[in-house]
C-alpha cells in the first residue's frame, strides 16, 4: 500500500527532525488541560479545533465522538447524527453561532451537523442538560459551534486531508482584519468513496445497491462562506455572515434511499454593543434565515429496477427557517443579569411518490410532512449571583409559546385537525462551590420542555408499516439534577458527573399497531454519568482517560428506551512536547442488551479498537498522520442501524483500518 509507505516515511521524517526543533514550545496540551480544569462547569465540555485537526472526522458529529457521553448514529459514510447522553433528534438543540439550522429530510439524513463544515468552525462547546436558558427546547443538552473569527492583519489557513477510500478533505479560509473592518472567506471540499469495513467490504455492500453502485462516490460536498465584521468605535461590532453548501450523491446504507442533493443556504447578522455603560455589559441583536433543499431517491438501489420511472419512490423535502434574538447582560448588585427575547418561524414540507402508490394513479404524490409552520416566541432571564468568592449561585427562567400550523392536508390533518398552540416554562438553578483551591462541586437541578416537531405530529406516509405522526402529542418536560465533581491543578484534572432525567410525555418511537409505526408520549427516565482525567506525566507524557454511561427506561412499559448507547470508553497516551506529538488510544464499548421489545431491537456485542497518530509543527506548517483501526477489526456501534418504517435492517458497520495524512498551513 502505497499509503502506508508514504505514513511510514512521513513518520520517520517526524521523528528525525524533532530532536532539532528545540524543546521551547509550552505544550498546547498543557493549556488545554488549564481550560478544562479552570474555566469549564461539571456540565460543560468542548471540543477544540487541534482535536478536530489531529483526527479524520468527516463530520462534527464524528469529531465530538471522543467527548463524555457523545455517541452518533452511523448511517453511512457521512452525516453521523450526535447522540448526546442518550438524547438525540429534537431533544438537544445543534446550533452554529445560535443559528438554528434544521435538517430538510424526515428520515434525518442530513441533521444539523451536517449543514455546517467543520472548516467553518473554532470550537464547539457542548452543554450537558437543560441549562442553556437562551433558546428554546435543547432538554437533553446543547451543541454550540462557534465559527472563525478573523484575527489583525492577514491569516490564512490551508488544509489538506488524504486517507483511505480516497477520503479528501480540502479547505482554505483567507482573512484580514484592521480595526475598523475584518473579512474572512472559506471554502472546503469533501469527498470519499464508501469505506471498507474489518472484513474488506465496503458499507455499501451491507444495502441494497445495484452493482455499479457500490463502488460510486459516497460523498461529494462543496461548502463556501463569506464573513464581514465593522466596528463602529470602541463598542460596537456588526457580523454579516453567509455560508453555502451543495451536497451531492450522499449514500446511506442505514436507509432505503439516498440524497441526490441537499443545498444549504445560511445567512446570518449581529450587532452587539459592549461595555456600553456601567452597567449594560452586552447588548446583543441577532437574526437569521437558512434553507435546505432535499431530494433523495431510490434510483442506485436494486428495488428501482423496472420501474416506470428512474425511482420507485423519490421524497422532495425542504425546509426553511428564520429568527431573530435581542439579548443583554447588565451589572445588577453583586452579580450580573441576563435576559433576552428571541422569536423563531421554521417551515416543513415533504412530498413523497411511489410507483405502486396508489394501483390506479402511480407515483401519486402524498403530503408526507404537510408543509409545517412553527412559529416559537420565548423570553429569558436569569441572574449569576456571586455569594462568597468560592461560590457561585446561577438562576434563571425561560417562557415559551409556540403555535403549529400544517398548510396541506394529509390523513392526520383532515381527521383531526390541522394546528396546535403550546406553552412552556422552563428554568435552572446552578450552584458552583470551590471548597478548597483545586476541588470543585457543582449541584444542578433544572427543568426544560420542548415541544413536538412537526414529524412526530403530522407525519403521515402509508406503507407496510405505516409511519404516522401523532397531532394529540404533548410536550416532553425534563426534570434533571445534575452533580458534579472536579479536581483540578495546573498540570492534572478529575472530573466526574452524574445525571438524572426524569421525563414526563417523552415522545417515544414505537409499534402502534400491527400496521403502524409512530410516536406516543410515555414516562421515561434517563440517567448515567461521566468519568474523565487528563494528566501531564513527567518527560512529556500526558495520559487522557474518558468514561460515560447513559441508561434509557420507558416507565410506561418497564422496558428500556430505544437506541440508548452502550457504556464506553476512552484511554491515550502521548507525547507530545509541543512540536511534534505521538499517540496511542484505545477506544471501548460495552455490550448493549438493554433493548427495546416494542420495536424488536438486537442485542450489540462489544468492541475495542486502536488508533495511532504523531504530528509535527515547523514554523506555519503542520504535519499529522495516523492510522484508525489499527488491527482491522469489524465491528458495528449500537447506533447503526433503522428502527424506522424505513428501514432496510441493515446494519452499518464501522470503517476498518485506514489511514490518514493531514497537511496544514497556518499564517
Ligand atoms: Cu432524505
Redesign the pocket.
Known sequence: MSLSHLLLGLAATALLLAPRLGWAAEPLLLEEINIRGDQQSAIEESLTMREVRESPARDIGEALQQLGGINIVRKGAIANDIVLRGFQRDNINVTIDDVRINGA???R??PPAFHFDFAEVESVEVIKGPYDITSPGGIGGSVKAVSKRPGPGFGSDLNLTYGSFDMTNLSATAAYGSDAYDVLAGYAYKYSLSPRSGDGKRQTEVANYRPAAIDSRAYEMNTGWLKLGVNSGAHLRSELGYTYQDADHVLYPYLK?D?DYDRTHRLNWNLKGHDLSGRVKEVEFKTYWDKVD?V?DDRLRTSSLAKPKYYMMQ?D?KTETAGASLGARIAAGPGMVKTGIDLYRRNWDAVNERAMYTMATPYTPVNMIPDVDIVNVGLYAGYDWPLAANITLRGGLRGDVASVKAGTANVLTSSRGNDRDFSALGGNLQLQWKPSDPLEIFVGLARGVRIPDPEELYIHLPGAPTWSGDPDLDPTVNHQLDLGVKYATGRWFASASLFYSRLTDYINFTQLSPTTKGYENVDATIYGSELSGQVALPADLFLRAAYSCSWGDNRDSDEPLAEMPPHKGLLALRYDNGTWFVEAAENLAARQDRVDPALLEEETPAWATTDLKAGATLGQWSLYAGINNLFDRQYTTHLSYQRDPFALGSKVPEPGRNLYVTLNWNY
Open positions: 429530510c424526515p428520515a439524513m442530513d434511499m440524497a432535499h433523495m421524497t423535502a
